[in-house]
């Protein structure tokens, strides 16, 4: 299983934490091993707008040219404008650390 965000970001850390407690699961920090535009490509086909942050720090420290941008080529630009994580788990994507995603992945309730 991997865990696409941020080293630093507590949601992350807290997937991370619960997921390595009953999996393999391993971070991929975006910016030490940035993503392909491929990678990113499939990402976006899967979760559509829902992939860019719009609330993220990053987001508002954009300008309107970038905030424009492909949204593919923007996160390829600023890694941490994507919505943290992306867990894979086998061939299924899930977004974000949510109610829904712990109870697909954990079970609970």
């Known amino acids: 299983m991997r865990i696409i965000g941020l ?3 507590d949601t992350c850390r807290a997937a991370l934490k619960a997921l ?20 990113i490509a499939r990402y976006h086909a899967v979760f559509g707008p829902a992939l860019v942050n719009t609330r993220s720090a990053t987001w508002r420290g954009l300008d309107e040219a970038a905030r424009g941008m492909d949204p593919v080529d923007l996160i390829a630009a600023h890694p941490a404008v994507m919505k943290r994580p992306v867990i ?15 109870a697909a992945l954990l079970g609970e309730a």
């Open 7 to 9: 080293k630093n970001c």
């Open 20 to 39: 390595g407690a009953v999996s393999d699961a391993v971070l991929v920090d975006v910016r030490a091993a940035p993503l392909g535009r491929d990678e």
């Open 88 to 102: 894979e788990a086998g061939d299924q994507l899930y977004l974000g650390w949510g109610p829904e995603v712990r």
